[in-house]
């Protein structure tokens, strides 16, 4: 570049038409949080995670009557096998649509796939058969890839101070989702039967009893998909020529700025394969740990859902879908006060990899005493249930949190759609084992009731601690290698050297 060549495009000249540039010229100004986007952001993914977890309080009656099981222990065995096909199926899309929302951008990747839950997620709750049930869930969980997406969305509206909070509104937003969902598909199950005044058995709710609480997410996601209209795109779409162009014109040197000008202020350069990502430790050494988290805190998902509904001489509860739904509800609120009043300043004083240490280490204890709350009966059943599923959630969502926010100071923003798109496809792997390894280990525990070593349910606590473990271990050295405080500088230099 010649001497008098103009310098990188200065932040203040924006275009006018490119939503992104928008976006930056905000940050850029310190304007401060933006709310009005973080709120839409929080809705979203609110209705991206209800139809994940709204079965887990009837799945176990769903697949009792549609007559899979020949027996009563088999059914948590089938029944993991429904949870997992949605995160096999995600599994399989997810990395294809973080490579689609770098090319063509965040938000058409989140419209459609919003609007795919009002669909696949409708035809679930009438489902007729197994098979049925099983190609649903697969088929919404390979085409709504919009959690990728979002997370890189939420890290790209926020200025380096507020990326955090971007996170934890993700967090937060899924975490209520995932306790909202089963609170839903708790009350609203086999409407016939709880509320017969209201609904006959003759009606659509009668023959199908789990239609009510599918149809009443797919049109919360009906109204988020209408909502994804107003999110502004954060992937610069205007023309780098004509405003390489434009700017060397303003300096009176057209042939020497022209080059200059084309940079990644407005247009990310694709110069490093997406390969490159995966010799990127730092990030692949976040989403290593965050995998094995996600591994065990699906199980437990699908573990909790399913003995809270066992009968009692199985070592369960025998509470019906409408307790399962009214303990998660109340764990909800205290996830949801939690991460607006705590968890930003925990991370800010301790950091995210400690955050998530203390989080591993309160949970083992914490999961061991669990078989014996089914001693317990009564109102302090109640009580010491619903304080150990808010404290166990609460730790769960503060190590997930602290690890999103690792993966994406690690990569750059035009690799941070492709980064989240590994992230989910890894995590869908070991989301997708989860339910079917916790529904098949309760069911073979609930076989052992009178084994010597760890009989019934003890064997399957003992077994998510053992994972919480491997987790707490991986968030040291050599296994976690925590990216570098300059963000963009640290990320760039490590895809210059791995390139």
């Not at 697949?63 to 059914?75: G, M, P, S, T, Y």
């Not at 419209?111 to 669909?119: E, Q």
């Not at 798109?421 to 995590?427: D, E, P, V, Y």
């Not at 280990?441 to 399957?460: E, K």
Request: aromatic letters at 10%; a neutral charge; hydrophobic letters at 50%.
């Amino acid at each position: 570049m010649a001497a008098n060549a103009a310098p990188l495009i200065d932040k203040r000249d924006y275009h006018e038409s490119c939503a992104a540039c928008k976006i930056e010229q905000m940050k850029d100004s310190d304007a401060g949080i933006p709310f009005k986007l973080l709120i839409l952001v929080w809705v979203i993914t609110l209705a991206a995670a209800l139809p994940i977890s709204s079965l887990f309080p009837f799945l176990y009656f769903m697949v009792r009557d549609l007559h899979i099981a020949d027996k009563e222990e088999d059914i948590s065995y089938y029944a993991g096998y429904v949870g997992s096909s949605f995160m096999l199926g995600r599994a399989l899309t997810s990395l294809l649509w973080g490579l689609v929302a770098d090319k063509y951008g965040r938000k058409p990747v989140i419209v459609f796939g919003t609007f795919i839950v009002v669909i696949f997620n409708t035809l679930f709750g009438v489902s007729v058969n197994f098979w049925m049930a099983i190609i649903t869930r697969f088929l919404l969980g390979s085409l709504s890839g919009t959690l990728g997406p979002l997370r890189a969305y939420a890290s790209e509206i926020c200025s380096r101070e507020h990326q955090a909070l971007g996170m934890s509104v993700i967090s937060t937003s899924w975490g209520i989702g995932l306790v909202i969902g089963p609170a839903v598909g708790g009350l609203l199950a086999q409407p016939a039967e709880k509320y017969p005044q209201v609904f006959s058995q003759n009606s659509i709710f009668g023959r199908f009893p789990y239609f009510l609480p599918c149809l009443v997410i797919s049109a919360f996601s009906f109204v988020a998909s209408i909502l994804c209209l107003w999110l502004p795109e954060t992937i610069h779409a205007h023309n780098k020529e004509n405003i390489a162009q434009k700017a060397a014109m303003e300096e009176g040197d057209i042939y020497e700025s022209a080059e200059s000008y084309k940079v990644e202020v407005y247009e990310p350069r694709p110069t490093v394969s997406q390969k490159i990502l995966l010799r990127d430790w730092p990030l692949m050494s976040a989403i290593m740990v965050y995998c094995v988290f996600q591994l065990h805190d699906m199980a437990y998902s699908e573990i909790f859902s399913l003995w809270a509904v066992s009968s009692r001489r199985l070592g369960g509860l025998h509470f019906d879908s409408a307790d399962v739904g009214g303990v998660l509800s109340i764990t909800g609120v205290g996830m949801l006060v939690f991460q607006l009043s705590v968890y930003t300043w925990m991370e800010r004083i301790l950091g995210p990899v400690m955050v998530s240490r203390i989080g591993a280490v309160l949970t083992i204890p914490l999961l061991t005493t669990y078989p014996f709350l089914a001693n317990l009966s009564g109102p302090i059943l109640l009580l010491l249930l619903n304080c150990a599923s808010m404290l166990k959630n609460i730790l769960a969502i503060s190590i997930t949190t602290g690890l999103l926010v690792l993966q994406n100071r690690a990569v750059t923003k035009e690799r941070r759609g492709a980064a989240n798109g590994i992230s989910m496809t890894a995590m869908s792997l070991c989301k997708a084992i989860g339910p079917a390894a916790g529904g098949s280990l309760l069911s073979y525990a609930q076989g052992r009731l009178d084994a010597n070593f760890l009989p019934g349910v003890h064997l399957v606590f003992f077994m998510l601690n053992v994972v919480e473990f491997v987790g707490l271990i991986m968030t040291f050295r050599p296994f976690l290698v925590v990216p570098d405080d300059g963000l963009s500088s640290s990320a760039s230099d490590r895809e210059s050297l791995l390139s």
